[in-house]
């Protein structure tokens, strides 16, 4: 019997064990694009010993624990109710509720960082990047994910008689702001990039959108296995630097 331990590739799980864990409702069909983000996020982590990770705003998800299995992590979000999500009851993760930019841990606590899917929701981006940087430790990693300058909902216009309009979608999500460029984010924290991965291109953008749209779920469902063969080619087609819609990238502080 292969054990948990046996597995880790060293210090981050081995990416197809990590992609079966996709918290994401059908992760093979609606959830399609989940997998995507988690292959890009895969990418760009570290593969090296991180005990201590404050993951900012991973609410039910889960994603750093799953990612580094022999980390200790604290998942601060804004939403309390996330508490009780079973990601949260694992012995080695401790639920904070609290906001991003009023960090409630002292300067230099944890290794690394992540904000996956998180800078788009906080008004003042600003703050919430001095404080992740803040507490932070030298040498530690930031790793963060959100949509980019190619960014829009529905992708293409064909779609838009299915779909909600892009505010509704914006506002429903708790979007502040499209994305970021990598060189917004370059600004924002000012360091450099040490690696960053796109997805969602624009082959795969079809079931992730036809997932979003207004469609009964019978036909989203349909229409994304319809979809499968030219979502699954250009998955596996798409490289780290290619056109993508959406951006996961790792900052190491100095």
Same mark, same amino acid.
Request: charged content about 15%.
């Given at each position: 019997m292969v054990t948990l331990s046996q597995k880790i590739d060293n210090f981050k799980l081995p990416l197809q064990d990590f992609l079966a864990c996709n918290p994401f409702p059908e992760p093979l069909t609606l959830g399609f694009f989940y997998r995507e983000k988690m292959r890009a996020i895969h990418h760009i982590a570290p593969n090296q010993e991180l005990p201590k990770i404050l993951e900012v705003g991973g609410g039910q998800s889960g994603l750093t624990s799953l990612l580094y299995p022999q980390a200790k992590i604290t998942n601060i979000d804004f939403n309390p109710e996330y508490a009780k999500a079973p990601c949260n009851q694992q012995e080695?993760?401790?639920?904070?509720? /609290?906001?991003?930019?009023?960090?409630?841990?002292?300067?230099?606590?944890?290794?690394a960082v992540t904000m996956f899917d998180l800078l788009e929701h906080v008004p003042d981006d600003q703050k919430a990047i001095s404080e992740?940087?803040?507490?932070?430790?030298?040498?530690?990693?930031?790793?963060?994910?959100?949509p980019n300058e190619n960014w829009r909902f529905p992708y293409y216009k064909f779609m838009q008689s299915i779909c909600p309009s892009e505010d509704e979608v914006m506002a429903e999500w708790g979007h502040v702001r499209r994305g970021y460029t990598l060189t917004e984010i370059k600004t924002l924290i000012n360091l450099s990039c040490q690696k960053y991965?796109?997805?969602?291109?624009?082959?795969?953008?079809l079931g992730h959108d036809v997932a979003f749209s207004n469609l009964p779920h019978r036909q989203r469902r349909i229409l994304c &296995?319809?979809?499968?063969?030219?979502?699954?080619?250009?998955?596996?087609?798409? &490289?780290?630097? /290619?056109?993508?819609?959406?951006?996961?990238?790792?900052?190491? &502080?100095?």
């Open positions: 080695r993760v401790n639920f904070v509720c /609290g906001d991003a930019t009023a960090l409630p841990f002292a300067d230099e606590s944890f290794d992740a940087l803040r507490v932070l430790r030298p040498h530690g990693f930031l790793l963060i994910s959100t991965a796109t997805f969602i291109n624009p082959l795969t953008v &296995k319809i979809l499968s063969p030219l979502t699954w080619l250009s998955y596996y087609l798409h &490289k780290p630097q /290619g056109l993508g819609t959406e951006t996961a990238s790792v900052w190491q &502080k100095n």
